[in-house]
């Protein structure tokens, strides 16, 4: 019984939010498109078939007829009037027969039907269209339009150019993705529209599954007045219904009221959830302001505002602020913690400002925002999973014929669960496009070499905090930010040497500005005590380094004469360079300090940068070599074509194998670096990718894990493993994400429909709501395990993850997703989430559920999916705050 009532109070709702709807639709009168239908049969009784051809009349066959008609009747203006199959004339009754694509204009009413009537003695317009002879369709119906009235069409209608009165028959019309169609309308000389048997819809049939039928109404200038209107779904009428409505008609966004829903929640009491009023400010501006009230004392409010300036522009900023009460009522726990979060998002046409872009995506409030309000009521599972916040406001300008890039934004990020924040207020950068300047613009020839080098110029500026959010505008939080910018100048020059080799010789200069240095000292007693002080005052550092290398590529080719498999290449691509970095930590630079590290007077070296933005020069001279091998191989193998002549596929069987690493000559010890490798391949037609990585030390450990400057293979070993990783991909269906990226450029570039457009936004938002039916399966998984082991077996670590998702068509119209996880280290299953979808055409029914887990729950939603009506829902949940 609770649930007939629960279904009886929003049918009743939801039949006032489409009269509203409706009401929305007869005031807006731009962007619409006319519908016309196939398949409905006309009136008989209006079907006018002249056939037999009367006394005095004369036929004109033709092409294309045109003619004017003026009479002496009064109208203002000619009535124009044209035919493609032919035009007759009855000179007894004053009347124009028009047959075939027939069309009629007088002042500012357009008319076009297979079939029209002028009947000039009377003023009087009849026009409807024809059966045809082999489909038994009802074609070329009268398709109208008046001023600035939508276009409409109808199975038949009269117009009386003199009173401008008309009357129609089985009209349609769609505005923003709302059809109308009335069995009867007529508009008097003052514009007013009378309509009778009507019914409002966003299904596109011409037997809609539903929609709000309206008995009769009045549509003035002004306001709309209906009688008798209820809700039918399937044909079958809702016992929902209203007996008459009043509402006021503007051309022009209305401000008015927002719908709430009602419910219970376990831990906070019923609620009135989303109460509101929307604002609609002007053309470019409008606003949502609603608010949540809960039995229990906790509260929820949100601003919600949208701009937009059509090839400027446009954005969304959204604020919401909330008191949620948990704990027992009336004892000390029972307060209420206060939580807010800020989205803004804005976004810049290209054409808007050549050369110039903004840009801004800001997401920032309290750590507990999510959890603590089930993500703003929408219990979304990837916004309660979320444990991180990041935003950036980013602006940059190319100057001086492309010669400049100049860059900034403000950024921040957040970690949610350890509670810091990172603010970078502001962070720039100006960097040059390289440039050659013993190079000639009008040079003939090749270059020479001196006129190769090329030199580059950037800067980078930075002015940044890391702290805890708790510390976020207290006292002396401003003297916490740290500062500075660095300048680097890269000077090169690339020759091709002995043909096979590349030259490559290159001078760095990095020179860093700041407004504040370290000072490091050691306090003993009462015990040992590390002290920083920061020192106020300009400070300037550089370095420099010199490097100088030769790279080039070595091909190895194995043909076979038998098989599908054709040939093996094997490239090798070797590349070994000289560096020369002198010790910029000498006194003479100043730019590191000593310090005193125990009581027997031990002697630590320190950089006066330690902990600075951009750090400082390093320490100690370097003269080394720094070496790198890159492998590819790749397959020729006879590819299947329905075709006599042969054709070949190229298949990758290691797409790169690197190793890499440096020798410094000049090193006191451990002048070899360790050795790192990766490398990634990919299988069954890249539908399998697997990348792995890790890195080799080559010296040897003592008993307490510390690395000494012996090599392991002195003792016949070979080098340490100390760190490893291997991550693989897949999916069996990888035209699932063709689908969904050829959607979501689509909706980039703006050739989508409003609906998809709304629904294609909300995909970006969340990429698992994205739903083909076309696509009858799909599978991928990723898998990741990591490995590192720095000496002893107690700092060993591992971690072994397995992530696997998937959609599968139970029938044309029904859909299951699945999206689920394992570790093998804490031997629990990860957020495991099933989805259910079911196309009802102009309704969408989605189910969700989470089966086990911190955020076990379920939800039932049946919505329409026109965007004018997308908060017409009904819902049923059952949200993890209440499993209990």
Not at 351 to 379: D, I, L, M, R
Not at 509 to 527: C, S
Not at 683 to 699: A, E, L, S
Request: hydrophobic share 35%.
């Amino acid at each position: 019984m609770k649930f007939i009532n629960v279904f009886f109070v929003r049918s009743a709702v939801l039949l006032v939010l489409l009269l509203m709807s409706v009401m929305h639709l007869f005031s807006q009168t731009q962007s619409a498109q006319t519908t016309v239908q196939d398949t409905v049969k006309p009136d008989k009784r209006l079907i006018l078939a002249d056939t037999v051809k009367m006394a005095g009349t004369d036929t004109v066959k033709a092409d294309s007829v045109k003619g004017n008609v003026k009479t002496a009747t009064g109208l203002n203006t000619e009535v124009k009037y044209s035919a493609e199959d032919s035009i007759r004339f009855d000179k007894v009754n004053s009347i124009v027969y028009l047959y075939g694509k027939a069309r009629i204009t007088y002042e500012d009413f357009e008319l076009d039907a297979n079939y029209i009537e002028l009947k000039q003695k009377e003023n009087l317009v009849f026009a409807r269209g024809v059966v045809d002879d082999k489909t038994k369709h009802y074609t070329g119906r009268p398709i109208f339009k008046q001023g600035e009235e939508p276009p409409a069409a109808t199975d038949s209608l009269y117009f009386n150019f003199k009173t401008k009165k008309g009357k129609t028959y089985g009209v349609a019309s769609e505005v923003e993705g709302g059809y109308i169609q009335a069995g009867q309308s007529k508009k008097n000389q003052y514009g007013e529209i009378s309509i009778k048997d009507a019914i409002y819809t966003t299904c596109n049939l011409p037997h809609p599954h539903f929609g709000i039928h309206i008995v009769k109404g009045v549509v003035t200038e002004k306001q709309i007045v209906t009688g008798p209107a209820y809700l039918v779904i399937e044909d079958i009428p809702i016992p929902a219904a209203i007996p008459f409505g009043f509402f006021p008609k503007t051309n022009k966004r209305t401000s008015g009221l927002l719908f709430p829903t009602f419910g219970e929640d376990g831990a906070r009491g019923f609620y009135m959830r989303d109460l509101g009023w929307y604002l609609g400010l002007s053309d470019y501006w409008d606003a949502e302001i609603r608010g949540t009230l809960y039995s229990k004392g906790s509260y929820e409010g949100s601003v919600l505002a949208r701009y937009r300036k059509n090839y400027k522009y446009d954005g969304t900023v959204n604020v919401h602020y909330a008191a949620i009460k948990s704990g027992i009522e009336g004892t000390p726990s029972n307060k209420a913690s206060r939580q807010f979060n800020i989205q803004w998002s804005h976004s810049q046409r290209q054409e808007a400002n050549p050369g110039t872009t903004f840009s801004a995506s800001v997401n920032v409030g309290t750590s507990q925002y999510f959890q603590t309000t089930a993500a703003g009521g929408t219990y979304d599972i990837d916004q309660l999973t979320r444990n991180s916040l990041s935003s950036s406001i980013a602006y940059g300008k190319v100057f001086a014929n492309g010669l400049f890039n100049f860059t900034s934004s403000l950024s921040h990020s957040q970690d949610l669960q350890a509670h810091t924040v990172n603010l970078q207020l502001p962070q720039f950068s100006l960097n040059m496009s390289t440039i050659n300047p013993f190079d000639k613009k009008d040079r003939v020839g090749e270059q020479k070499w001196y006129q190769r080098i090329s030199v580059g110029y950037s800067m980078q500026g930075s002015n940044s905090i890391a702290t805890y959010d708790s510390l976020l505008f207290k006292k002396g939080f401003l003297s916490r930010f740290q500062n500075g910018i660095q300048h680097n100048i890269p000077v090169s020059l690339s020759l091709n040497v002995l043909k096979y080799l590349q030259f490559n010789s290159s001078v760095n200069y990095t020179e860093r500005w700041y407004l504040q240095t370290y000072r490091q000292r050691r306090l003993f007693a009462p015990a040992n005590t590390d002290v920083r002080d920061t020192i106020s005052g300009f400070s300037r550092a550089y370095n420099y380094s010199i490097s100088s290398g030769f790279s080039t590529k070595i091909y190895g080719m194995k043909n076979f004469k038998k098989g599908n498999l054709v040939a093996i290449r094997h490239v090798i691509t070797p590349s070994a360079s000289f560096v020369y970095t002198p010790d910029f930590g000498a006194d003479r630079y100043g730019f590191y300090r000593d310090k005193v590290i125990d009581p027997a007077g031990t002697i630590q070296r320190y950089s006066i940068y330690d902990g600075a933005i951009f750090g400082g020069p390093g320490m100690g001279r370097q003269a080394g070599i720094s070496f790198s091998v890159d492998n590819n191989i790749e397959a020729k193998v006879k590819a299947k074509a329905d075709t006599a002549a042969e054709k070949f596929e190229k298949i990758p069987i290691l797409q790169g194998l690197s190793f890499s690493g440096n020798y410094n000559f000049v090193a006191d010890s451990f002048k070899l670096s360790t050795i790192s490798f990766s490398g990634r391949t990919a299988f069954f037609k890249q539908k399998f990718g697997v990348n792995f990585y890790g890195t080799f030390d080559p010296y040897e450990i003592n008993s307490a894990g510390t690395r000494i400057n012996k090599y392991a293979l002195s003792d016949g070993k070979l080098a340490r493993l100390t760190n490893f990783g291997l991550s693989f991909d897949f999916s069996f269906n990888s035209e699932a994400a063709k689908s969904k990226n050829s959607a979501t450029e689509q909706m980039k570039q703006g050739t989508m429909n409003p609906q998809l457009s709304e629904a294609l936004a909300r995909i970006s938002r969340d990429p698992n709501a994205f739903v083909d039916f076309n696509i009858p399966w799909n599978i991928s998984a990723s898998y990741s395990f990591n490995y590192s082991n720095p000496g002893l077996a107690a700092y060993r670590t591992i971690t072994n993850t397995l992530n696997f998702s998937g959609d599968f068509n139970v029938t044309p119209k029904w859909k299951v997703q699945y999206t689920s996880g394992f570790d093998f280290q804490q031997h629990k299953i990860s957020l495991t989430q099933f989805s259910i979808y079911r196309d009802l055409h102009c309704w969408d029914l989605s189910m969700r559920w989470v089966p086990f887990g911190p955020y076990r729950s379920y939800s039932i939603d049946l919505r329409v999916k026109a965007s004018i009506l997308q908060d017409l829902k009904l819902n049923r949940r059952r949200d993890y705050f209440n499993n209990y």
